[in-house]
Nanobody, 120 residues
Framework: VQLQASGGGLVQAGGSLRLTCVAS????????VGWFRQAPGKEREAVAV????????YYEESVKGRFTISRLNAKKTVSLQMDSLEPEDTAVYYC??????????????WGQGTQVTVSS
């Protein structure tokens, strides 16, 4: 499985961005997938995870109510809608697939990162 993330950029605090990850591979629809981020000097953390059916999701506490993860299995995509962005959301964001629905998730496939920068 190969993952290609896009949608990062520079935005002012309070603004919105939408990240999208496109996957290749026939078994994508059976995988739990998610978005992770790593800020400078910090460890990578899970931001949001969604199970294959899309009915079950996990959100990191600080993004609850602001970020929404969704997936379209027919198009092999997973998206992260990020609203009310804060400077603390600045990080490199990664999509991942074949993840365990655990805390923390463990994933088998990773995409390249996309930079999200939120200015104050």
């Amino acid at each position: 499985v190969q993952l290609q993330a896009s949608g990062g950029g520079l935005v002012q605090a309070g603004g919105s961005l939408r990240l999208t990850c496109v996957a290749s591979g026939r078994t994508y629809s059976s995988y739990t997938v998610g978005w992770f981020r790593q800020a400078p000097g910090k460890e990578r953390e899970a931001v949001a995870v969604i199970r294959p059916s899309g009915e079950t999701t996990y959100y990191e506490e600080s993004v609850k109510g602001r970020f929404t993860i969704s997936r379209l299995n027919a198009k092999k995509t997973v998206s992260l809608q990020m609203d009310s962005l804060e400077p603390e959301d600045t990080a490199v964001y990664y999509c991942a697939a074949q993840c365990t629905y655990t805390n923390p998730p463990v994933c088998g496939y990773w995409g390249q990162g996309t930079q999200v920068t939120v200015s104050s």
